[in-house]
């Protein structure tokens, strides 16, 4: 069972805006910065949000991270069928003093 | 660009033990932190240990006292070691470069280790 929690998945249509949340506790996500990771099933996870809401180069701005509390959400805007994906959050743990992660939420466009 | 390539067996037997090997290009190995990471579908993503730039190592508790990593600087690689392996760590390893605030920055392609007897 991951640390963070995220629905297993969200769905929507072409155009449509999508929010992904993610929920920890004071140690992790009330304490550290969140990043958002997109993965293509059978590849590698890519950065798609870092330090709560800056986008890596190359990452459209129809995808926006927020922070409050001891919860973070990704919201995709404007959905095309190419954001079908997997996403999950990441914290660095206080308690832990290691990385912990959400269990994933597919997004089917 | 920094790139990090995963080596390493694909298939073991319960109780032996995991030698997998992050080669590092473009950085070199004692400018930055370095992490470890496996996916597996029943437990998701989990943290094994980082590596920091200092020399210094992280394991997540869950690991030991079976997991140890080797940093070879000439080399530019790290080898993770998992001793007693069972089925339950059926996963795919990664490693990542560890940017600390910035999050885990660059990821290796990842490689898939199956234990099985």
């Known amino acids: 069972q991951s640390i963070l929690t995220q629905p297993p998945s969200v769905s929507g249509t072409p155009g449509q805006t999508v929010t992904i949340s993610c929920s920890g506790d004071?140690?992790?996500?009330?304490?550290?910065?969140v990043h958002w990771y997109r993965q293509v099933p059978g590849t590698a996870p890519k950065a798609v949000i870092y330090?709560?809401?800056q986008r890596p180069s190359g990452v459209p701005d129809r995808l926006s991270g927020s922070k409050s509390g001891t919860s973070a959400s990704l919201t995709i805007s404007g959905l095309q069928s190419e954001d079908e994906a997997d996403y999950f959050c990441?914290?660095?743990?206080?308690?832990?003093?290691?990385?912990?992660f959400g269990g994933g939420t597919t997004l089917t466009v | 660009q920094v790139q990090l390539q995963e080596s390493g067996p694909g298939q073991l037997k319960p109780s032996e033990t995991l030698a997998l090997t992050c080669h590092i290009s473009?950085?070199?190995?004692?400018?930055?932190?370095w992490t470890w990471v496996r996916q597996s579908p029943g437990k998701g993503l989990e943290w094994i240990g980082s590596?920091?730039?200092?020399?210094?190592?992280s394991y997540n508790p869950s690991f030991q006292p079976r997991v140890t990593f080797l940093i070879d600087i000439p080399k530019n690689q790290i080898t993770l070691t998992l001793v007693s392996m069972t089925l339950g760590d059926s996963a795919v390893y990664y490693c990542?470069?560890?940017?600390?605030?910035?999050?885990?920055?660059?990821w290796g392609q990842g490689v898939q280790v199956t234990v099985s007897s």
């Open positions: 590596v920091f730039s200092s020399g210094s190592l």
């Open positions: 990542a470069r560890d940017s600390g605030p910035s999050g885990l920055t660059d």
């Open positions: 330090l709560d809401t």
């Open positions: 990441a914290t660095w743990d206080g308690g832990l003093s290691g990385w912990v």
């Open positions: 004071r140690s992790n996500i009330g304490d550290h910065s």
């Open positions: 473009g950085a070199f190995i004692s400018s930055s932190y």
